[in-house]
């Protein structure tokens, strides 16, 4: 392996799973891309690009790889980006990494291969034990993500315990979006003290994750409520905390009362003036006329704001 003396810094804090705005023929809009995620990081939001709220997998691995070098392109930190790069095929989920891992990103967050359901611990072990050997780099910190409710396949408590086993300095936390939290605070239990950083699926858990030592919050909504959130993030020792969680969770509430992709994205649209981040790739759809006034009328009742929207449009 190479780079064997790096010494990482440990990811802390709220990132956001970047959505990927489109032109109207569906082709990546890199420069909404590039001014949203600039947009995120003044507001103290880390950018985990090409999540599930990214469509990734709606992508190409040439999509990706041209968006991450527009950011790069930009001078965005990479310091500053946990890219997701697990794939169902090991050689797309080794390319990803290899590039993200080469241009100096803190981490990769890693879906298992997912197209293929009932696989076993040791089928999931090997293949990311082959991600890990193929990109043979010291500087290699795979964030393991746990979405069960969508993909169908989860990492056991099991397995974390044998990648850690065998992977001590690759394996470095877990997004855990299974919904469960008592999945959440076992993580947190076991693994968290031995410095394996476990963030919360979503901001709607991040005051209990945080109370029980967890690293942060990797969470959809950061797109569109980041500074609220990173608030409660600084300051969840204060008085106010439990107040500014139940802010959160009711802002959220509206987003999951619509397909949440379609609906951020037309939240941006609404406060950025701009239509075409309404756009979404098929198999999604965009909010029809009245799904954006039910959104537009409960974001109003919570007060929401996205301070200089306008700079989101092309």
């Not at 003396?5 to 890199?30: C, E, I, M, Q, W």
């Not at 599930?52 to 992508?59: G, Q, R």
């Not at 930190?77 to 797309?92: H, Q, S, V």
């Not at 090997?126 to 393991?144: E, H, K, N, P």
Request: proline fraction near 7%.
């Amino acid at each position: 392996m190479t780079n064997a003396s790096f010494s990482p810094a440990k990811l802390r804090g709220v990132y956001s799973p970047v959505l990927t705005p489109f032109n109207r023929d569906l082709s990546p809009s890199v420069p909404r891309f590039v001014k949203h995620c600039q947009w995120l990081l003044r507001r103290g939001v880390g950018l985990s690009i090409f999540g599930t709220n990214s469509e990734a997998n709606s992508l190409s691995v040439a999509e990706k790889l041209g968006l991450l070098d527009a950011l790069l392109a930009a001078g965005l930190a990479p310091e500053r980006l946990m890219p997701r790069t697990g794939a169902c095929a090991p050689t797309d989920t080794i390319e990803l990494t290899r590039h993200a891992v080469a241009a100096g990103c803190a981490g990769v967050l890693m879906l298992p291969p997912f197209y293929y359901k009932g696989v076993s611990d040791e089928g999931l072990f090997r293949s990311f034990a082959r991600v890990i050997d193929g990109v043979a780099d010291a500087r290699l910190r795979i964030y393991l993500y746990h979405i069960p409710p969508v993909s169908q396949v989860g990492i056991s408590l099991k397995l974390i315990e044998r990648l850690l086993e065998a992977f001590p300095g690759a394996i470095a936390g877990v997004k855990d979006s299974s919904g469960d939290w008592s999945n959440t605070q076992a993580m947190l239990r076991e693994f968290q003290p031995a410095g394996f950083d476990v963030f919360a699926g979503s901001e709607a858990i991040l005051l209990p994750t945080l109370r029980a030592g967890g690293a942060g919050c990797i969470t959809a909504t950061g797109n569109v409520n980041p500074g609220p959130i990173v608030e409660l993030f600084k300051h969840w020792q204060d008085a106010d905390a439990d107040q500014r969680q139940q802010s959160l969770n009711a802002t959220r509430a509206v987003f999951q009362k619509l397909p949440m992709i379609a609906a951020m994205k037309a939240a941006i649209a609404w406060q950025s003036d701009d239509s075409a981040w309404s756009v979404v790739r098929p198999p999604l759809v965009e909010l029809d006329a009245g799904q954006c006034r039910q959104l537009q009328a409960g974001l109003r009742a919570c007060a929401f704001a996205m301070p200089e929207a306008t700079s989101l449009a092309k």
